[in-house]
């Protein structure tokens, strides 16, 4: 007996079954926009294919993991050399050491790094590493910002939170937050000599994009030197995105920690922390943070990683962030054109998308232009058009290396269309 071809509604149904609303990451979930996802069976490049055999140009890219586009033969060619030798060992490997070598060769003022799998362990750990640096217990973080989903963090946070609307999640005790105080985007919070860190993402990407104003970025620096906090930057979208080395290095301010994710694994599951060096020698086994991972710095994970590094030559961000001026400038015309108000900010290669007269600076700005209720009839007028981006209003686009001026124009051509019909909608 031969089963019927699976289909996205068959796999959903399936998934909806054995997995919480069918999905691994709420993330992907399409219950902020309606609708059924699709179930990628392959991708290519700026490409993917569902399982119906559709094919999508994707700016989702695994929420920024991938940023040479997906399956790049020098990437999947490492992975298999990398397989080969072995998946883990629970001893240490070369790739670890090359990894943290090339990334603290980029990005001026991380001396020491450790390995981890996700962002959240990043962002999770570098926050004990404060905390247990300081002997402080606070921690300031902004709205709209997300650090991945550990119970201190998970307060005011953007991404899947936002886009499902809680202000924080059931699970997590108040006791957990109550060491955690949310201040608003691009202002300067005044902090007591009481804080351990400030973690900020350096772009904001998980509230739409909202970049720095001048001067936020400098005026937390200055902020936590008078009280005597570190400074986290969590660049786990803009890390070997935005720049060479980063938001650092692209603004010119230097945390004490960094966090990093998504684009130095390659696509696989691999984070990192990292800073200075008598910060970073306080965590185990030298100090007395601790802190461990039977996974952590896996070498598939860093052989995928050492091989994307390796092609993000400085010429590659002018032609990334060069793509993505136009596209934005393309996508904000079409708009335009089709009588919808919207905003596309443009920060290095990320690109957002607000609804509304003026620009975005902050998370109430963002929950506005998310309000506005187009965001979901212009996500499935693309998704229609063969374009996917994020099913929710909180995400960025990432484009890729692999999108080319054919994928931009049409690209924008269909966000044209997909605005004439939201429009309408509207009216
Ligand atoms: C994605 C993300 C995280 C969490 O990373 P995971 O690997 O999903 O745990 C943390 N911080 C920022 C800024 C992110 O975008």
Redesign the pocket.
């Known amino acids: 007996m031969t089963s019927p071809p699976a289909t996205n509604r068959s796999l959903f149904e399936r998934a909806c079954r054995v997995s919480p609303g069918g999905v691994n990451?709420p993330v992907r979930a399409f219950r902020a926009v309606g609708g059924t996802p699709y179930f990628v069976a392959r991708g290519e490049g700026a490409y993917v294919w569902d399982v119906e055999g559709t094919r999508y140009i994707d700016y989702v890219q695994s929420?920024?993991a991938s940023v040479l586009g997906h399956a790049h033969p020098k990437v999947i060619e490492a992975i298999r050399r990398a397989a080969g030798l072995g998946t883990t060992f629970g001893a240490p490997t070369e790739g670890e050491v090359l990894l943290a070598e090339t990334i603290c060769e980029r990005v001026p003022g991380c001396q020491v790094l450790r390995l981890v799998s996700?962002?959240?362990?990043?962002?999770m750990t570098a926050v004990r590493l404060a905390r247990g640096a300081t002997g402080r217990d606070r921690v300031v973080l902004f709205s709209g910002?997300?650090?991945?989903?550990s119970d201190a963090l998970l307060a005011g946070g953007g991404?899947g939170v936002a886009t499902l609307g809680l202000p924080t999640s059931a699970g997590v005790p108040a006791g957990a937050v109550a060491e955690t105080l949310v201040a608003p985007y691009n202002r300067v919070p005044q902090i007591g000599r009481d804080v351990a860190a400030v973690i900020v993402?350096p772009v904001a990407?998980?509230m739409g994009l909202v970049p720095p104003e001048p001067g936020f970025l400098e005026g937390l620096r200055q902020e936590c030197d008078r009280a005597g906090a570190l400074l986290i930057f969590?660049?786990?979208?803009t890390g070997f995105r935005v720049g060479p080395g980063g938001a650092s290095r692209l603004f010119g301010v230097t945390p004490d920690l960094w966090?990093f994710?998504?684009v130095i694994g390659g696509g696989l599951?691999l984070?990192a922390f990292g800073g200075r060096r008598d910060i970073m020698e306080q965590l185990a086994p030298l100090g007395p943070v601790y802190q461990a991972g039977t996974l952590s710095g896996n070498p598939v994970a860093t052989a995928a990683g050492l091989a994307v590094l390796s092609l993000l030559e400085d010429a590659a961000y002018k032609e990334l962030s060069a793509w993505a001026g136009r596209f934005g400038a393309g996508l904000a015309a079409a708009a335009q054109e089709a009588g919808l108000a919207v905003q596309v900010p443009v920060a290095g290669p990320l690109v957002g998308i607000f609804f509304g007269p003026s620009a975005v600076t902050d998370y109430e700005g963002a929950r506005l232009s998310a309000s506005s209720g187009l965001y979901p009839a212009l996500m499935r007028g693309l998704l229609e058009r063969g374009i996917a981006i994020a099913p929710g209003p909180y995400e960025v686009l990432f484009p890729s290396l692999a999108h080319t001026g054919a994928d931009l124009e049409r690209t924008v051509e269909a966000f044209g269309e997909a605005a004439r019909a939201a429009v309408r909608g509207a009216a």
């Open positions: 990451s929420y920024g996700s962002g959240t362990e990043a962002a910002c997300y650090h991945g989903h991404s993402e990407a998980n969590d660049e786990v979208i966090c994710g998504k599951p984070a």
